[in-house]
């Protein structure tokens, strides 16, 4: 053997035994998916185009103790990723194992991999283990638990798979928002950068909605609360199995907006014009959530009834983006709920790693369901088996006393790492190991809290921004005031951080306080987040404030005569310069600078916008309440 041969054999093997080390001395479960061993993608930088929050990549790892926090952890050195598209890992084979085509000795494979071309190790997620402090304790406000299983009460329950969720960013590598306010952080509605140079509103297109009359009268017209729209850039194999127009299937880079609406119909229309890119879908019930899409790319629609409709009790729904065609329905006439109201205006989630559906209910429970997912773009199938619903309730000791308080969730559901984040209309606050469906801790939110809890990782650290209502009757009276508290959160613990008030009204039917959802300023807004707070200072009039995220303290406040029930979204130009859109009962959107508060511009729409916009780029998306769905544009 010469001596060039026998030097690359002691190299090779040299390189095998160092592989060796580095595989037995990591954590392979960070490293190798559990369906095969498929390189992750998991990674806590944005791909390219997104409009993410800085605030989600890891800064400080953190434990229990005693206020949770240990040491910083690696800083700048946990952002993984290649030097191609950022947070995006080199796909398989990517890493050159031949030889050097420019070294005329080089004899190719026999070299292996160098050390130099090694795939980068990806960082493990921040740990999260949270726990309940003297006034979190679970038992301080709840009263009982149950679980049912395989259609039977069990006492305990442990998911066969791990259910993990990771950071906001990583939810989805769909472009556009599909479900409420964006992923399972539920901090941004808004995707891509807008190219905003004069800061205002610009051409604008519509189409009209219609409205819908139940049996015992209740009246529903166009888009409500929370009402946000889908937007979704389907990849183009999964574009020609759906029954869109001819037109929009040939259009490249066409962007869809999806949206539920409370005549019973789903639409469906082009982001840049509003025209139909398909017959608009009849479901037969008012829809006042957002509902969601499916992360990975399936062609599926999750959505919630508001309310009793032409086909009957409220439920929620599957439904295939093929065809239209409802593929599996739960949720109606559920004897195992406490609580006989089956709407769900809440945004589901979906765990791609397990194939699991996580969607709380008005009724009070909260269903996991395994779907059994089959999903063929090449052959146009598109397939569920959904398992039996594995299903967790509770009961607050204050739940339904003299009719207040009462259960069920309206807001949407967060998750970080394997664990839940709720608020119900009973004022409870509740962090669920989703693992094992054991409470960790609950927190008193006094009232009936309907806004979705925003999660941010300050430092590595985990924190929630929420506020609640002020539903009459409940803590003072349908004619008078009271305190509405904005506030942040620890989520490891559950404790207050800060607490600030205003005094809001409220009307009979019409709550006051802080309906919308939060809005987490990023970029240059970094230091700030927005709430809307409604019927505020007056009965009939509405501040969005701007807190100081350390603090508390108000930064601004910019006043309406007319209040907001819809969320605030923040927007960004490429250069990171923060704009904050904000929508109206009485019709208006406004346009303002997100570092001072300043109006930049206006435009009147029409009726009472209750929903939430969506925004993809440019292009701002909301409906109203008086039958039109209104595309701006920014400039």
């Given at each position: 053997?010469?001596?060039?041969?026998?030097?690359?054999?002691?190299?090779?093997?040299?390189?095998?035994?160092?592989?060796?080390?580095?595989?037995?001395?990591?954590?392979?479960?960070?490293?190798?998916?559990?369906?095969?061993?498929?390189?992750?993608?998991?990674?806590?930088?944005?791909?390219?185009?997104?409009?993410?929050?800085?605030?989600?990549?890891?800064?400080?790892?953190?434990?229990?103790?005693?206020?949770?926090?240990?040491?910083?952890?690696?800083?700048?050195?946990?952002?993984?990723?290649?030097?191609?598209?950022?947070?995006?890992?080199?796909?398989?084979?990517?890493?050159?194992?031949?030889?050097?085509?420019?070294?005329?000795?080089?004899?190719?494979?026999?070299?292996?991999?160098?050390?130099?071309?090694?795939?980068?190790?990806?960082?493990?997620?921040?740990?999260?283990?949270?726990?309940?402090?003297?006034?979190?304790?679970?038992?301080?406000?709840?009263?009982?638990?149950?679980?049912?299983?395989?259609?039977?009460?069990?006492?305990?329950?442990?998911?066969?798979?791990?259910?993990?969720?990771?950071?906001?960013?990583?939810?989805?590598?769909?472009?556009?928002?599909?479900?409420?306010?964006?992923?399972?952080?539920?901090?941004?509605?808004?995707?891509?950068?807008?190219?905003?140079?004069?800061?205002?509103?610009?051409?604008?297109?519509?189409?009209?909605?219609?409205?819908?009359?139940?049996?015992?009268?209740?009246?529903?017209?166009?888009?409500?609360?929370?009402?946000?729209?889908?937007?979704?850039?389907?990849?183009?194999?999964?574009?020609?199995?759906?029954?869109?127009?001819?037109?929009?299937?040939?259009?490249?880079?066409?962007?869809?907006?999806?949206?539920?609406?409370?005549?019973?119909?789903?639409?469906?229309?082009?982001?840049?014009?509003?025209?139909?890119?398909?017959?608009?879908?009849?479901?037969?019930?008012?829809?006042?959530?957002?509902?969601?899409?499916?992360?990975?790319?399936?062609?599926?629609?999750?959505?919630?009834?508001?309310?009793?409709?032409?086909?009957?009790?409220?439920?929620?729904?599957?439904?295939?983006?093929?065809?239209?065609?409802?593929?599996?329905?739960?949720?109606?006439?559920?004897?195992?709920?406490?609580?006989?109201?089956?709407?769900?205006?809440?945004?589901?989630?979906?765990?791609?790693?397990?194939?699991?559906?996580?969607?709380?209910?008005?009724?009070?429970?909260?269903?996991?369901?395994?779907?059994?997912?089959?999903?063929?773009?090449?052959?146009?199938?598109?397939?569920?088996?959904?398992?039996?619903?594995?299903?967790?309730?509770?009961?607050?000791?204050?739940?339904?006393?003299?009719?207040?308080?009462?259960?069920?969730?309206?807001?949407?559901?967060?998750?970080?790492?394997?664990?839940?984040?709720?608020?119900?209309?009973?004022?409870?606050?509740?962090?669920?190991?989703?693992?094992?469906?054991?409470?960790?801790?609950?927190?008193?939110?006094?009232?009936?809290t309907n806004c979705t809890p925003v999660l941010e990782l300050e430092d590595?650290?985990?924190?929630?921004?929420?506020?609640?209502?002020?539903?009459?009757?409940?803590?003072?009276?349908?004619?008078?005031?009271?305190?509405?508290?904005?506030?942040?959160i620890d989520a490891v613990t559950g404790e207050f951080v800060w607490r600030?008030?205003?005094?809001?009204?409220?009307?009979?039917?019409?709550?006051?306080?802080?309906?919308?959802?939060?809005?987490?300023?990023?970029?240059?807004?970094?230091?700030?987040?927005?709430?809307?707070?409604?019927?505020?200072?007056?009965?009939?009039?509405?501040?969005?404030?701007?807190?100081?995220?350390?603090?508390?303290?108000?930064?601004?406040?910019?006043?309406?005569?007319?209040?907001?029930?819809?969320?605030?979204?923040?927007?960004?130009?490429?250069?990171?310069?923060?704009?904050?859109?904000?929508?109206?009962?009485?019709?208006?959107?406004?346009?303002?600078?997100?570092?001072?508060?300043?109006?930049?511009?206006?435009?009147?729409?029409?009726?009472?916008?209750?929903?939430?916009?969506?925004?993809?780029?440019?292009?701002?998306?909301?409906?109203?309440?008086?039958?039109?769905?209104?595309?701006?544009?920014?400039?």
């Amino acid at each position: 053997m010469n001596k060039r041969v026998l030097s690359k054999a002691i190299a090779v093997l040299a390189l095998m035994l160092v592989v060796i080390v580095l595989l037995t001395s990591v954590d392979i479960r960070h490293i190798l998916k559990e369906n095969g061993g498929e390189a992750s993608t998991e990674s806590d930088v944005p791909s390219a185009g997104f409009a993410a929050q800085p605030s989600d990549m890891p800064g400080e790892s953190f434990s229990p103790g005693s206020n949770g926090v240990s040491g910083p952890g690696s800083g700048t050195d946990d952002v993984p990723g290649s030097a191609g598209v950022p947070g995006q890992a080199p796909e398989s084979g990517a890493w050159d194992q031949g030889g050097d085509p420019g070294d005329p000795d080089d004899e190719g494979d026999d070299d292996g991999i160098g050390m130099d071309e090694l795939p980068p190790e990806e960082p493990a997620l921040p740990s999260f283990e949270p726990f309940a402090v003297e006034e979190t304790q679970p038992d301080r406000m709840i009263a009982s638990t149950g679980i049912m299983a395989d259609g039977a009460i069990v006492s305990e329950y442990i998911f066969p798979e791990i259910i993990d969720f990771g950071y906001g960013v990583d939810y989805t590598e769909l472009e556009g928002v599909i479900t409420f306010r964006g992923n399972n952080f539920r901090d941004t509605a808004a995707y891509g950068f807008a190219d905003i140079k004069d800061a205002k509103f610009g051409d604008k297109w519509s189409y009209r909605t219609g409205s819908y009359t139940a049996p015992d009268g209740a009246h529903w017209s166009g888009n409500g609360w929370t009402g946000q729209p889908l937007i979704v850039k389907w990849p183009e194999k999964t574009r020609q199995m759906m029954n869109m127009h001819d037109w929009a299937k040939e259009q490249d880079g066409l962007v869809e907006v999806i949206y539920a609406t409370m005549d019973g119909y789903v639409y469906f229309t082009e982001l840049d014009t509003g025209k139909a890119t398909r017959d608009k879908l009849y479901l037969g019930y008012p829809f006042k959530g957002s509902g969601a899409l499916d992360p990975r790319g399936y062609p599926l629609l999750y959505v919630g009834a508001g309310y009793q409709g032409a086909n009957g009790n409220m439920r929620i729904l599957i439904v295939s983006l093929v065809d239209g065609s409802v593929l599996y329905s739960f949720g109606n006439g559920d004897a195992f709920a406490h609580r006989a109201w089956d709407a769900a205006d809440g945004s589901p989630l979906v765990d791609a790693a397990t194939d699991n559906l996580i969607y709380p209910s008005e009724n009070g429970v909260v269903y996991i369901i395994k779907l059994n997912s089959e999903f063929d773009p090449e052959n146009g199938i598109m397939a569920i088996t959904p398992s039996a619903p594995v299903k967790w309730r509770f009961r607050g000791k204050r739940s339904h006393v003299d009719g207040k308080y009462w259960l069920g969730v309206e807001s949407s559901p967060v998750l970080w790492r394997g664990h839940l984040f709720i608020c119900d209309n009973g004022g409870h606050l509740i962090c669920l190991n989703i693992n094992d469906l054991e409470v960790v801790w609950a927190q008193d939110v006094l009232d009936d809290t309907n806004c979705t809890p925003v999660l941010e990782l300050e430092d590595g650290h985990p924190y929630i921004y929420i506020s609640t209502s002020f539903h009459g009757g409940w803590r003072a009276p349908a004619g008078g005031k009271t305190a509405v508290p904005l506030w942040k959160i620890d989520a490891v613990t559950g404790e207050f951080v800060w607490r600030t008030d205003y005094e809001c009204y409220t009307k009979s039917g019409v709550s006051g306080g802080v309906q919308g959802t939060a809005a987490i300023g990023a970029f240059e807004l970094s230091g700030l987040v927005y709430f809307p707070v409604a019927m505020a200072p007056s009965r009939d009039a509405g501040v969005l404030a701007a807190l100081d995220k350390q603090t508390g303290e108000v930064v601004w406040e910019f006043q309406t005569r007319d209040y907001a029930w819809s969320s605030p979204v923040c927007v960004y130009d490429e250069n990171g310069k923060g704009y904050v859109i904000y929508c109206t009962s009485g019709g208006n959107m406004h346009l303002l600078d997100g570092l001072t508060g300043e109006k930049l511009d206006s435009v009147l729409l029409g009726g009472n916008i209750e929903a939430s916009p969506a925004v993809y780029e440019s292009t701002v998306v909301v409906g109203s309440r008086d039958l039109k769905t209104w595309g701006v544009k920014l400039t």
